[in-house]
C-alpha cells in the first residue's frame, strides 16, 4: 500500500487556495538549539549522534513526525509510504532547488510530517524503517489506546502534539506553509508548560491550509511527560495541547 504527500495535500486542498505540502517541509521548524556541523555533510548524509532518528505519532493518529538532523534551512519531505501491516517504510527526500535555496551548514534537528497510510493502526504498536539519502534507521512508535482518528480519514485541523525524546515535543498546528510559527518563549515545570509564539501582524502569508511541525525543546529534568498540557500563546495559536506518546 503507498502513500504519498500528494495525497495528504489533497486531504486538505478543498480549505486552501493552493495546499502547499512541501512549503510546510521547507522552513525552519523549531527552537531547539543549533550546533555547527560538519559542513562537508550535506542533506541526506550523517555522522554521529544525526544517525539517531525519532519519531511521533500526531493528529489524533492521522499522521507522524521524523526528526532528523542537518541543515535547519533544508527540512527533508515526505516523499513515499508503504505499509505491510505495522510496519510502515518511510522515504524522505530533500526539497527541491528552487534556485535561491541556501542549505546552512548546522546540524540541527528538524521535523518532517507525514500521513499513515490506510489499514495501520494508531493504537498499536508502528515501526517505521526510514530512509533518508544513505541514511537507513527504525523508529519504534507506540501506539495510543486513546487515538479516536483513522489514517486516511479528514483532519479536523486542531493542533496536537507528541513527544520525540525526554523534554523534547513536535508541535503540529494548521495554517499557511509560508509562515510557520515561530517560538518566542517556554516555560514549563511539572505536568504544565507554555510556549509563546511571535505574533506579526504584518507578515504576509500564502492563503493555503497546511500541517506545521515546530519542535520545542523543555528540558528533560523540568517536565513530567507522562501527562503534560501545553498552552499555546499569541501567532494565532491560543489554545491548550495534550502531549502524547
Do not use: H
Request: charged share 20%.
Amino acid at each position: 500500500m503507498a502513500f504519498s504527500t500528494r495525497l495528504l495535500a489533497a486531504a486538505v486542498s478543498s480549505f486552501a487556495v493552493a495546499v502547499l505540502l512541501a512549503g510546510c517541509a521547507s522552513g525552519p521548524v523549531g527552537t531547539a538549539p543549533e550546533s555547527t556541523g560538519d559542513p562537508s555533510n550535506g542533506p541526506g548524509q550523517s555522522s554521529g549522534d544525526s544517525d539517531d532518528l525519532e519519531g511521533t505519532l500526531l493528529d489524533d493518529g492521522r499522521l507522524f513526525a521524523v526528526v532528523t538532523r542537518g541543515s535547519s534551512t533544508c527540512v527533508p519531505q515526505v516523499d513515499q509510504v508503504d505499509a505491510d501491516g505495522q510496519t510502515v517504510s518511510v522515504t524522505l527526500v530533500d526539497p527541491a532547488d528552487d534556485g535561491d535555496r541556501v542549505c546552512t551548514a548546522d546540524l540541527a534537528p528538524r521535523a518532517s510530517i507525514g500521513a499513515l497510510p490506510e489499514g495501520v493502526d494508531p493504537t498499536k504498536e508502528i515501526t517505521l524503517q526510514v530512509a533518508y539519502g544513505d541514511l537507513r534507521d527504525d523508529v519504534d512508535l507506540d501506539g495510543d489506546p486513546s487515538f479516536s482518528g483513522t489514517p486516511g480519514s479528514s483532519t479536523e485541523y486542531l493542533p496536537s502534539a507528541g513527544w520525540v525524546d525526554d523534554g523534547t515535543l513536535v508541535l503540529l498546528t494548521w495554517g499557511s506553509s509560508s509562515c510557520a510559527p515561530v517560538v518566542e518563549s517556554v516555560e514549563a515545570a511539572g505536568s504544565t508548560g507554555t510556549a509563546t509564539f511571535v505574533t506579526d501582524d504584518q507578515q504576509v502569508c500564502t492563503m493555503d491550509m497546511a500541517p506545521r511541525a515546530t519542535l520545542i525543546e523543555l528540558g528533560d529534568d523540568a517536565v513530567d511527560d507522562d501527562a503534560f498540557t501545553l498552552t499555546l500563546v499569541g501567532g494565532g495559536l491560543d489554545g491548550t495541547v495534550d502531549v502524547r506518546g
